[in-house]
T-cell receptor
Framework: EAGVTQFPSHSVIEKGQTVTLRCDPI?????LYWYRRVMGKEIKFLLH????????ESGMPNNRFLAERTGGTYSTLKVQPAELEDSGVYFC?????????????FGPGTRLTVL | GNSVTQMEGPVTLSEEAFLTINCTYT??????LFWYVQYPGEGLQLLLK?????DKGSNKGFEATYRKETTSFHLEKGSVQVSDSAVYFC???????????FGSGTRLLVRP
């Protein structure tokens, strides 16, 4: 079974540019999460999809961030326009359906550097 | 709100030394607790977990016990190896929120 994949692994852009991160969850996992770790601090929750619906987007920092999951398969996270403070590692995770805890499987992360 | 606090690193040890990484949590209830590990160049991997008080999670020689009275979930290993060098994250989960709350991570460096 393939794990969670993320693309690109590393992105370097200039302030004001747009970047789109992609996450492919484990096949059949309805739940998809985005997290990020900024400047060596804690990993923070951004949002949670159940299939194509946003279950919880309370962690999205501002309206420069847009996440989509059309068709309930892969997800994209767009940052437009990027700011310096957006630099960090963006992790995606997926989890199979179920109300109580099931393990979240994480991707390798995308390291975003905004110059 | 819910939060997780873990000791700051980096932690530098010699091979075969004893490891403790402290983790405490605050929660409005009884969360499940986890330790995740990120090896260099890789993604986060679940290391161990405990879902209720007094449970002990263990894996690869690492152990952590869910202590409700001290709201702690300290990670321990009796004899570390160079291959254990990584960043370790403590995390909590509440069924009501469906999301993981992470600590800031502790970098462990084990020297030969």
């Amino acid at each position: 079974e393939a794990g969670v994949t993320q693309f690109p692994s590393h992105s370097v852009i200039e302030k004001g540019q747009t970047v789109t991160l992609r996450c492919d969850p484990i096949s059949g996992h309805d739940n998809l999460y985005w997290y990020r770790r900024v400047m060596g601090k804690e990993i923070k929750f951004l949002l949670h999809f159940v299939k194509e619906s946003k279950q919880d987007e309370s962690g999205m920092p501002n309206n420069r961030f847009l996440a989509e999951r059309t068709g309930g398969t892969y997800s994209t996270l767009k940052v437009q326009p990027a700011e310096l403070e957006d630099s960090g590692v963006y992790f995606c995770a997926s989890r199979r359906a179920g109300g109580s805890y099931n393990e979240q499987f994480f991707g390798p992360g995308t390291r975003l550097t905004v110059l | 709100g819910n939060s997780v606090t873990q000791m700051e690193g980096p932690v530098t040890l010699s091979e075969e030394a004893f490891l403790t990484i402290n983790c405490t949590y605050t929660a409005t209830g009884y969360p499940s607790l986890f330790w995740y590990v990120q090896y260099p160049g890789e993604g986060l991997q679940l290391l161990l977990k405990a879902t209720k008080a007094d449970d002990k999670g263990s894996n690869k020689g690492f152990e952590a016990t869910y202590r409700k009275e001290t709201t702690s979930f300290h990670l321990e290993k009796g004899s570390v190896q160079v291959s254990d060098s990584a960043v370790y994250f403590c995390a909590s989960w509440m069924d009501s929120s469906y999301k993981l709350i992470f600590g800031s991570g502790t970098r462990l460096l084990v020297r030969p």
